[in-house]
């Protein structure tokens, strides 16, 4: 029976200790601990990020987990309704846009790249 690791981790050096010495989104610090997972032989990890409301931030944040290499979010609100609203409403399409954009620019770059024109 195969058993999977499951790590837990937070997006900044801060803890119930010791304030963050930095943002609370430090992309280096995350993919540190990303790779710090990795190389130790866990299958997964799972980082924690936390907002007071569906902004921008949230799906900016998720767009630096995606450049990261991460291909699964999982999130969820205090108030289970409305957040699954709010943010099925004000963060997910940002994220679906700009990675369907990205997703035309590499094909546009592979098809030039492959003496075809951009399209």
Do not use: C
């Not at 010791?18 to 992309?27: E, L, N, Y």
């Not at 679906?96 to 003496?115: N, P, S």
Request: charged share 25%; hydrophobic share 40%.
């Amino acid at each position: 029976m195969p058993v999977e690791f499951l790590g837990t981790a937070a997006t900044n050096d801060g803890s119930e200790i010791s304030a963050r010495s930095g943002a609370s989104f430090d992309k280096e610090y995350t993919l540190r601990l990303a790779r710090a997972h990795e190389e130790t032989g866990w299958d997964r990890v799972l980082f924690a990020y936390g907002s007071g409301s569906p902004d921008p931030n949230v799906a900016q944040a998720i767009l630096d987990y995606i450049d990261l290499g991460v291909d699964i979010i999982s999130m969820r609100g205090y108030e289970l309704l409305t957040d699954a609203i709010d943010i099925g409403q004000q963060v997910i399409p940002i994220v679906r846009e700009e990675v369907a954009k990205r997703d035309r620019a590499a094909l546009d770059q592979a098809g030039a790249g492959a003496g075809r024109p951009a399209v």
